[in-house]
């Protein structure tokens, strides 16, 4: 796989990813994440989770259990939530992509993030980005203000340290905010 | 994985010309169109399926929900579960589906997963999945470990001694209760296909699940014009209460006139080899008083000649409360 990042800010690791072999039956795709144009070639069977991390090198975004059933990859595909590891990256030529390193800083954290710190909605953190991830999605979603309707909007992403409690929490509060 | 070529064919027709090419559309096929991909990827990791080609079809413009003629409604096949869910009019008029949507896998898929693709997801179990195992579904002949081994959660209608897989679609609980049709085009043109014919049962063929032929590429569902005043329940039982399949789920639409059922349409999940509807049940309660007495007999019916597996005796009791339950809630 390599990546051609036609961004300003192409850093060493994706100059790296550039030269590394491609196979004949690598295809072109543009990608848009987090706002930068990203034109790839990349093998057909790469997933939009390994082009991330792999390709891309936006670690953030966390693989789990690659099967769909954890959700530990959720990304926003055009503004939806979706499971990366699911997904082909070539499916989404030209669509827009956020990650969790799109959504803010430690200096400027989106008010998800910000919740998910001071409820302490984490132990390990693994499972952390791809919760905020659908947290934040769950937002605009149809939702009721019951924190029943909340784990179960929730119930595809699983935290194996238990935090759920916390999760829930610090979901609410924000969504009591906006 | 094993390799293959991406390709997105720029109309129906080059689509259905390059499926077409393949021997299969069922188990083993060479080429498959792609949805949503939660399925297929999910297999295709796995090495259970391994197209040499694979169509994205996802920008073709099939994803159109909107009022047929007869008002009745048109689902576009790569719709997505959750925009089929939250349609106003689903939710007004076919609430059944709506409901069973929502309470299948998670707010990610459903937002992935496409209305064709949760159609023609797999009948499955854990031994299918699993390359190191048999499977007469996935490799004919090899035998079923699953009726000698873990099938707490299969089937207790509609199976065979070559396979025991439960067709684990909420959605198509509900879309066989509402008599929908499946509208396909192929290489020979297109056709209709009521819900009711579009699955086989396994018999000695369990690697053919649906009568798809190759190159046929499902364009549409439609939905009859609404039923006024029905009342539509679907009710799942599971072991978690969220983001798991259904150890036994009942999609129910009735009409009361007078005290009396005037219409039912009865269909159950989780049990099944396929969707699972019960024109038994529907009979006895088509003309019948909402009474428990009644619901419990519907139940007897639909259940009658279910057969359990080493673990899953407990399923045929479950369904049958299930059915009892969500007409009970249907009528309340």
Same mark, same amino acid.
């Given at each position: 796989?390599?990546?051609?990042?036609?961004?300003?800010?192409?850093?060493?690791?994706?100059?790296?990813?550039?030269?590394?072999?491609?196979?004949?039956?690598?295809?072109?795709?543009?990608?848009?994440?987090?706002?930068?144009?990203?034109?790839?070639?990349?093998?057909?069977?790469?997933?939009?989770?390994?082009?991330?991390?792999?390709?891309?090198?936006?670690?953030?975004?966390?693989?789990?259990?690659?099967?769909?059933?954890?959700?530990?990859?959720?990304?926003?595909?055009?503004?939806? /939530?979706?499971?990366?590891?699911?997904?082909?990256?070539?499916?989404?030529?030209?669509?827009?992509?956020?990650?969790?390193?799109?959504?803010?800083?430690?200096?400027?954290?989106?008010?998800?993030?910000?919740?998910?710190?001071?409820?302490?909605?984490?132990?390990?953190?693994?499972?952390?980005?791809?919760?905020?991830?659908?947290?934040?999605?769950?937002?605009?979603?149809?939702?009721?203000?019951?924190?029943?309707?909340?784990?179960?909007?929730?119930?595809?992403?699983?935290?194996?340290?238990?935090?759920?409690?916390?999760?829930?929490?610090?979901?609410?509060?924000? /969504?009591?905010?906006? | 994985?094993?390799?293959?070529?991406?390709?997105?064919?720029?109309?129906?027709?080059?689509?259905?010309?390059?499926?077409?090419?393949?021997?299969?559309?069922?188990?083993?096929?060479?080429?498959?169109?792609?949805?949503?991909?939660?399925?297929?990827?999910?297999?295709?990791?796995?090495?259970?399926?391994?197209?040499?080609?694979?169509?994205?079809?996802?920008?073709?413009?099939?994803?159109?929900?909107?009022?047929?003629?007869?008002?009745?409604?048109?689902?576009?096949?790569?719709?997505?579960?959750?925009?089929?869910?939250?349609?106003?009019?689903?939710?007004?008029?076919?609430?059944?589906?709506?409901?069973?949507?929502?309470?299948?896998?998670?707010?990610?898929?459903?937002?992935?997963?496409?209305?064709?693709?949760?159609?023609?997801?797999?009948?499955?179990?854990?031994?299918?999945?699993?390359?190191?195992?048999?499977?007469?579904?996935?490799?004919?002949?090899?035998?079923?470990?699953?009726?000698?081994?873990?099938?707490?959660?299969?089937?207790?209608?509609?199976?065979?001694?070559?396979?025991?897989?439960?067709?684990?679609?909420?959605?198509?609980?509900?879309?066989?209760?509402?008599?929908?049709?499946?509208?396909?085009?192929?290489?020979?043109?297109?056709?209709?296909?009521?819900?009711?014919?579009?699955?086989?049962?396994?018999?000695?063929?369990?690697?053919?699940?649906?009568?798809?032929?190759?190159?046929?590429?499902?364009?549409?569902?439609?939905?009859?014009?609404?039923?006024?005043?029905?009342?539509?329940?679907?009710?799942?039982?599971?072991?978690?209460?969220?983001?798991?399949?259904?150890?036994?789920?009942?999609?129910?639409?009735?009409?009361?006139?007078?005290?009396?059922?005037?219409?039912?349409?009865?269909?159950?999940?989780?049990?099944?080899?396929?969707?699972?509807?019960?024109?038994?049940?529907?009979?006895?309660?088509?003309?019948?008083?909402?009474?428990?007495?009644?619901?419990?007999?519907?139940?007897?019916?639909?259940?009658?000649?279910?057969?359990?597996?080493?673990?899953?005796?407990?399923?045929?009791?479950?369904?049958?409360?299930?059915?009892?339950?969500?007409?009970?809630?249907?009528?309340?």
């Amino acid at each position: 796989m390599s990546s051609t990042p036609t961004g300003a800010n192409t850093t060493p690791m994706q100059k790296a990813a550039a030269d590394a072999a491609v196979p004949a039956i690598a295809i072109p795709i543009t990608l848009r994440i987090n706002g930068e144009e990203y034109s790839l070639r990349l093998d057909p069977r790469t997933t939009l989770l390994d082009c991330l991390r792999e390709t891309v090198t936006l670690t953030g975004t966390k693989k789990g259990c690659d099967h769909g059933q954890c959700g530990a990859c959720t990304v926003h595909v055009n503004g939806l /939530r979706v499971l990366s590891c699911l997904s082909f990256a070539a499916v989404h030529d030209g669509d827009e992509i956020t990650t969790i390193e799109g959504l803010g800083t430690p200096d400027t954290m989106h008010p998800m993030q910000e919740a998910f710190f001071t409820h302490d909605a984490y132990q390990c953190g693994y499972c952390t980005s791809g919760q905020i991830m659908s947290a934040v999605a769950l937002l605009k979603e149809p939702c009721g203000p019951d924190d029943a309707e909340v784990k179960e909007l929730m119930s595809g992403n699983i935290c194996r340290c238990g935090a759920y409690g916390n999760i829930v929490a610090a979901i609410q509060a924000v /969504r009591r905010r906006t | 994985m094993h390799s293959f070529e991406f390709t997105r064919p720029a109309d129906q027709a080059a689509a259905i010309s390059t499926a077409a090419q393949s021997k299969t559309a069922q188990q083993g096929a060479d080429v498959r169109f792609l949805g949503g991909g939660t399925t297929l990827i999910d297999l295709m990791k796995l090495n259970v399926e391994a197209p040499s080609r694979v169509l994205d079809i996802n920008r073709l413009p099939l994803d159109k929900i909107e009022d047929t003629p007869d008002r009745g409604l048109m689902i576009g096949a790569t719709s997505r579960n959750s925009a089929l869910a939250y349609h106003p009019k689903v939710q007004r008029d076919y609430s059944v589906l709506s409901q069973a949507i929502l309470q299948g896998a998670s707010a990610q898929i459903r937002n992935m997963a496409t209305v064709a693709g949760n159609l023609l997801q797999r009948t499955r179990c854990v031994y299918f999945r699993d390359t190191a195992m048999a499977c007469n579904k996935r490799e004919p002949g090899t035998g079923c470990p699953a009726i000698t081994g873990h099938n707490r959660t299969l089937a207790i209608l509609g199976a065979s001694e070559h396979c025991i897989a439960t067709n684990p679609s909420d959605m198509c609980v509900a879309m066989a209760a509402l008599e929908a049709t499946i509208h396909v085009t192929g290489p020979k043109g297109s056709r209709e296909i009521p819900f009711g014919d579009f699955y086989l049962l396994p018999g000695d063929t369990p690697h053919i699940e649906t009568v798809l032929e190759p190159g046929d590429l499902i364009t549409h569902v439609t939905l009859p014009p609404p039923i006024p005043g029905s009342k539509q329940v679907y009710l799942k039982l599971r072991d978690r209460a969220s983001y798991e399949f259904a150890l036994a789920s009942a999609a129910v639409v009735l009409t009361i006139a007078s005290g009396k059922i005037t219409h039912a349409r009865i269909a159950l999940g989780g049990i099944g080899t396929r969707p699972w509807r019960s024109p038994d049940a529907e009979q006895v309660l088509t003309g019948s008083a909402e009474s428990e007495s009644n619901f419990r007999r519907a139940a007897e019916e639909a259940l009658r000649g279910a057969k359990p597996q080493s673990e899953n005796g407990f399923k045929i009791e479950l369904a049958k409360r299930c059915l009892t339950h969500a007409l009970r809630t249907a009528v309340s």
